[in-house]
């Protein structure tokens, strides 16, 4: 039978506007928490990723946090701009990139 | 460089046949991994491998077996097919030495099972 996918939850944000999208994990021994984006049709595409012993990475428009404590992860995306709609996914490593698991994905739309 | 690369692109099965899925990477890179991903979902892991010769079990490993003979190529194995493995196959590999490289993803396969 066809099998029933979950729904992605939605952001929407306006062109220019800064956009923040969230995850939770789950394994507390992760050693890294990466961001992926994927559009339509194509596999995932890396954004960047930080390691477990800090709290904030910076790249291009780009800020990861990390709260080891209540064990959440988000990007912050500055000026978004179109081309930047995409489903959004986290993930998290052991062993230094040996297993890779993914959260959940969260679709941004950017208005123009 | 070809980066990572998949075949084939689409393929259609019914119930109960096999096939292999071939992946292939020139970067050298020593992990490589398999991933399923279903409509309005996230990826999951399937197998992946540390090395030449070498494979584990990821999330979803069930139906399916891998093989690592080569540094450069992964093959993905369903050796009876069912229609819950109806699912975009995607292939990714990574250079273990460069802890904060990028994971490499292939184009994705479509693999239909009727």
């Known amino acids: 039978g066809e099998s029933v996918g979950l729904h992605l939850p939605t952001l929407s944000v306006q062109e220019g506007d800064n956009s923040i999208i969230n995850c939770a994990y789950s394994n507390s021994a992760s050693d890294y928490f990466i961001w992926y984006k994927q559009e339509s049709g194509k596999g995932p595409q890396f954004i960047i990723d930080?390691?477990?012993?800090?709290d904030k990475r910076q790249g291009q428009r780009v800020t990861v946090l990390l709260n080891k404590t209540v064990k959440h992860l988000s990007l912050q995306i500055a000026a978004t701009q179109p081309g930047d709609s995409a489903v959004y996914f986290c993930a998290e490593t052991t062993g230094g990139y040996q297993k890779v698991t993914f959260g959940t994905g969260t679709k941004l739309q950017v208005i123009p | 460089n070809a980066g990572v690369t998949q075949t084939p692109k689409f393929r259609v099965l019914k119930t109960g046949q096999s096939m292999t899925l071939l992946c292939a990477q020139d970067m050298n890179h020593e992990y490589m991994y398999w991933y399923r991903q279903d409509p309005g979902m996230g990826l999951r892991l399937i197998h992946y491998s540390v090395g030449e010769g070498t494979t584990a079990k990821g999330e979803v490993p069930d139906g399916y077996n891998v093989s690592r003979l080569k540094k450069q190529n992964f093959l993905l194995g369903l050796e009876s097919a069912a229609p819950s493995q109806t699912s975009v196959y995607f292939c990714a590999s990574h250079h273990r030495r460069l802890s904060t490289d990028t994971q490499y993803f292939g184009p994705g396969t479509r693999l239909t099972v009727l």
């Open positions: 930080i390691r477990s012993n800090m």
